[in-house]
């Protein structure tokens, strides 16, 4: 899944967006891409070279004529690419790649490619506007290539309104989801992230550790396998997955109504949420103030619905239901009886404390169970890719 291990070739032209290619290039090389970015002869008026050049630690083709490496070396790029990107794209480069005119080595390259293309345009407003890169925009799309909208703003010449590039980790994510088989393609997909809250008294609440990373990780994996994806999010400090339909809870109760108010539409359910066992009885209208004839204060609590196991008594057998479990001792066995006791399919287990998996961390350690009796471990690695295993794991599972 991903660019990892994938050859990449980044096109820059002449824009004052360029150095954001920069970025883009760095975040390709860190998720294992293999890049040779090709530059017009304008963009080596707004960016360097050199810099591409270090960065990528391949040459950087730029004439077709005066390339020491190959006489026929762009051939040989788009023989070998598993995908281009052209960011910034100007109009002119547009207009050259719609029509088929090869007069530079980004162009010329481009005619030769039959991988997945993705072209992010960047320019002034009333120049994206006008009907012809419109209509320009319109041939390469339908020709297949992927074309990803401008963002809006204020532009470098002033202007207000579409034409910025979007930033490159947006332009990275989906590079990736071009990039991804579609496997989860017509399905619905319900997620839950995150702590929930629960309020002791204006000021206070009793929460857990969770940061709604591993959950956020599995619905960008789902939407970028095609996935329909709801997203049911306590209070975490992520921005939402691209694509996904998120909605913030705060409360258990807050987020049973919303997993139960969108179950009947999923075909599978992935709860992730590290949800409150128990809340305070009677949560206070004002502060509580601190009383200094006593050091003590008594906290009555009272359990909260047990979200999982409701969903598991009302999922029909066309559903599949994942489960999560952080525990501290005795991992399989606890998993297990999850599984029976809250009609489970699949539960993702983990022991917490490590301080390089689990709640917090960018990182995770699992071990998969199911209901046939078998499990799979998921060795140390990043919740992104742990995301994908289980996931390949569902979709294995359900046929």
């Known amino acids: 899944m991903g660019v990892e291990k994938k050859n990449i070739l980044l096109g820059v032209t002449g824009g004052i967006a360029a150095y954001k290619s920069v970025e883009l290039l760095r975040l390709l090389k860190k998720a294992g891409a ?14 360097g070279r050199t810099t591409f050049e270090v960065l990528s630690e391949n040459p950087v083709l730029s004439d077709l004529y005066f390339d020491t490496h190959s006489s026929v070396r762009h051939i040989d790029l788009a023989a070998r690419a598993d995908a281009v990107i052209i960011a910034p794209a100007t109009a002119n480069t547009i207009a050259k790649l719609a029509w088929g005119i090869a007069d530079n080595a980004l162009s010329t390259t481009l005619l030769a490619v039959t991988c997945p293309v993705m072209i992010c345009p960047s320019m002034n407003t009333d120049m994206y506007q006008n009907l012809r890169v419109q209509r320009n925009l319109d041939i390469l799309e339908k020709d297949g290539w992927h074309i990803l909208d401008p963002d809006s703003g204020v532009l470098a010449c002033k202007t207000v309104g579409a034409g910025r590039l979007p930033e490159p980790w947006f332009i990275f994510d989906r590079v990736e989801a071009m990039m991804t088989q579609k496997d989860l393609s017509g399905k619905k997909i319900l997620v839950s992230a995150g702590p929930t809250v629960e309020a002791i008294d204006p000021v206070r609440f009793v929460s857990n550790h969770s940061s709604g990373k591993m959950g956020y990780a599995i619905a960008r994996a789902c939407e970028k396998r095609g996935a329909k994806v709801t997203l049911v999010s306590g209070p975490v400090g992520l921005e939402p997955p691209v694509g996904v ?3 913030n809870v705060e409360t258990c ?6 997993m139960i108010a969108n179950l009947d539409q999923a ?18 209208a004002g502060k509580i103030k601190k009383n200094n004839k006593t050091k003590e204060l008594c906290l009555s609590m ?12 009302k999922k029909t057998k066309d559903q599949f239901l994942v489960g999560f479990a952080a525990e501290t001792d005795d991992l399989e066995k606890n998993a ?11 539960i993702a287990a983990n ?8 709640f917090k961390a960018d990182t995770n350690k699992v071990k998969l169970f199911f209901k046939d009796g078998s499990s799979f471990d998921i060795p140390l690695m990043e919740k992104d890719k742990v995301a994908d295993i289980l996931l390949d794991h569902v979709i294995e599972k359900m046929g």
Do not use: H
Request: hydrophobic share 45%.
């Open 302 to 313: 009272i359990e909260t619905p047990d979200i999982l196991k409701l969903i598991g008594k």
């Open 351 to 358: 022991l917490v404390g490590a301080s390089d998996s689990g």
């Open 267 to 284: 075909d599978i359910i992935i709860k992730v949420a590290a949800v409150a066992d128990y809340k305070p009885i009677d949560p206070k």
């Open 253 to 258: 109760e807050e987020m049973k109504d919303q």
């Open 336 to 346: 297990r009886l999850k599984i029976e006791k809250k009609n489970l399919d699949m």
């Open 245 to 247: 339909e998120r909605i």
């Open 34 to 47: 293999n890049v040779t970015v090709l530059l017009t002869d304008s963009a080596l008026k707004f960016v």
